[in-house]
């Protein structure tokens, strides 16, 4: 069993930036892909951000491409979503999820049921 803490979460101010960290208790953390998922009021859950193993395979939600980063510190078992030039629209329940490989699924990545661990989500909310 995979347990996943996220943080990093809070207020800013539309154009600022965000870290966001999620650890994982599981010792064999470098054999998981990573993601990152959030939830709008209202909204369903949606993708923004995976990574593999290794982190030399990466990929992006088209609505933060080119602002967010992902990143993993496989020594620290820890995965962190670097947050650019936040928009109001990206206010959300931010959450971190894992499963064995990326491409293990009959879901694509990019569906929440692919996933198989989750966190309990840490709440970004841009001011306008």
């Known amino acids: 069993q995979v347990q996943l803490v996220e943080s990093g979460g809070g207020l800013v101010q539309a154009g600022g930036s965000l870290r966001l960290s999620c650890a994982a208790s599981?010792?064999?953390?470098?054999?998981?892909?990573m993601g990152w998922f959030r939830q709008a009021p209202g909204k369903e859950r949606e993708f923004v951000s995976a990574?593999?193993?290794?982190?030399?395979?990466?990929d992006y939600a088209d609505s933060v491409k080119g602002r967010f980063t992902i990143s993993r510190d496989n020594a620290k078992n820890t995965v962190y979503l670097q947050m650019n030039t936040l928009k109001p629209e990206d206010t959300a329940v931010y959450y971190c999820a894992a499963k064995r490989s990326l491409y293990g699924s009959s879901y694509p990545y990019t569906h929440d049921f692919s996933w198989d661990y989750w966190g309990q989500g840490t709440q970004v909310t841009v001011s306008s």
């Open positions: 599981e010792r064999t953390f470098s054999s998981y892909a």
């Open positions: 990574i593999n193993w290794s982190g030399s395979n990466t």
